[in-house]
């Protein structure tokens, strides 16, 4: 964001100056700004590959339809939602059935439900799900919710270590997480389209340091609640 702040007002400034007409440039050329943030979320390895390869490929399709080089913007986006949600879930069906994956017990994450395991997988396409997290040991994870809505709560959990980072992507997706009152909440992402509220620091003591949960989210067309 600060790279993007300097940009525009290094280009507003050239144009007061009349050394470039920026308008007619930023029109043409923003869509370019999505694919520079998705680049370096994917090197700076913040947020999941899916949200950043989805921000990328909304931010070329964009370009290449300024450029006039596609058509339409639609017409090409949607199969590529349906190839990478096919690649995905192929990525998280291998995790599951991989032999060398080691199983909870073997990695000290205790036998039960999903919802009961020190990490967190969830994803809620095209549908809703209801995810409710009782692990005393929580250390993170990841869900995705596309073109679909998520209820994750939290509140029955506690952060093992007093620190925890959870992955969140919303593309034309709602996600609504609860936390317990004493955990603070970190979060890190810029929506795109979209919007994520925090309704915690309402009730949160600066004084008081709870175990910290950082939630890394990717936010496209959608939006991420935080509550407790």
Known sequence: MGVIFVVVGGGLLLETFNIIEFWPLLNMWWPSLLIVIALAKLVTRSGSVFGNGMLFTVGALLQLGNLDIINGFWSAFWPIVLILIGISMLVDRKKKSNPFVKSSTASGEG?????????????????????????????????NAIFGGMD???????????????????????????????????????????GIEDKTQRFRDSNVVGPTLVLDATVIFGSIEIST
């Not at 007093?162 to 609504?176: P, Q, R």
């Open 111 to 143: 036998e039960g439900l999903p919802y009961e395991e020190n990490r967190l997988e969830a994803n809620a396409i095209f549908a809703g799900n209801d995810v409710r997290v009782t692990s005393r040991n929580f250390s993170g994870g990841e869900a």
């Open 152 to 194: 994750i709560d939290m509140r029955s959990a506690e952060i093992q270590d007093n620190l925890a980072v959870f992955k969140c992507v919303a593309l034309f997706g709602g996600v609504e997480l609860k936390v317990p009152p004493h955990w603070t909440i970190h979060v890190k992402g810029t929506p795109i389209f979209g």
